[in-house]
């Protein structure tokens, strides 16, 4: 990740909270008083964004000694010390929702990313995410996903080609929107196209896509697609998938599985930070 960029949303998650100061500790903690702190899991599950958490604390006071007991992408358990931080009292109480925020969101991602990918071993198939994100934490969500062992769709709508049902339908059809995409854009970039139904996946293949993606088929029209498109084009599922039906949609084949659910609707671990002095 991008130091710069991190630090950046950092500072700006401190701003929101912080304001003017912590109205609280400045009346209740001495300037001076010093604690040491734990920051402890109360779920299983899948470490990430550890080092955010110790950005936060560095970039209030860069004194604050922060000492990691875990790694992103480590296995945690119920109960487990993540970090201690000792430094000043009040830069502590400062940073703490700031930096469990981004930790127990991370992590959540981390660990339903990572329950997603075990459910399909053995398979072809590869769990990718979408850009059904919070705005302005894409770059840690995303990196959060890598870290559960899944993989990256494109990261905004400049790096890749994606021709969706209302692209289609203002270029005039499938074919006209292969077309010209295929007419313009960069040599390097590969050209996809969202189809609901078999025709539609005919359309795209003669029209030479590198790509599919297959919007809310059932199993049958989608292991039927997969047959059709031959290994002649990446073919991704995508839409209503769950924990529930993912073994199955990697069982028709397909290349890539993806899941908005990663990150658009992902309970955060639990985390906390107690005070030990």
Excluded: W
Excluded at 6 to 28: C, F, P, Q, W, Y
């Amino acid at each position: 990740m991008d130091s710069l960029l991190i630090r950046r949303l950092v500072e700006n998650a401190l701003v929101e909270d912080v304001g003017s100061g912590d109205i609280t500790a400045r009346l209740t903690v001495a300037g001076d008083a010093v604690s040491r702190a734990v920051i402890r899991t109360h779920e299983d599950g899948v470490l990430a964004g550890i080092d955010i958490a110790e950005m936060v604390f560095a970039v209030v006071d860069s004194s604050a000694e922060f000492t990691k007991e875990k790694k992103d992408g480590d296995q945690i358990k119920s109960g487990e010390e993540l970090a201690f931080v000792e430094g000043n009292s009040r830069s502590l109480l400062l940073c703490e929702r700031v930096a469990l925020n981004f930790l127990q969101r991370l992590s959540g991602i981390a660990t339903r990313t990572y329950r997603f990918v075990k459910l399909i071993e053995g398979t072809r198939a590869s769990i990718v995410d979408t850009r059904k994100t919070t705005p302005g934490l894409r770059v840690v969500e995303k990196y959060a996903v890598r870290v559960g062992g899944g993989k990256n769709h494109r990261f905004g709508l400049y790096d890749g080609v994606l021709i969706k049902d209302n692209h289609i339908v203002a270029a005039g059809g499938i074919a006209n929107a292969v077309e010209s995409a295929r007419r313009n854009a960069p040599h390097s970039l590969r050209i996809e196209v969202e189809v609901t139904n078999i025709d539609e996946l005919r359309q795209a293949l003669e029209a030479g896509a590198d790509a599919v993606l297959l919007d809310n088929m059932d199993i049958e029209t989608m292991r039927r697609a997969v047959e059709i498109v031959g290994g002649r084009a990446i073919v991704e599922a995508s839409g209503g998938v769950s924990e529930e039906n993912v073994a199955e949609i990697a069982s028709t084949g397909v290349d890539l599985i993806s899941v908005g659910s990663l990150t658009h609707s992902v309970k955060s671990l639990d985390i906390s930070m107690d005070f030990l002095r």
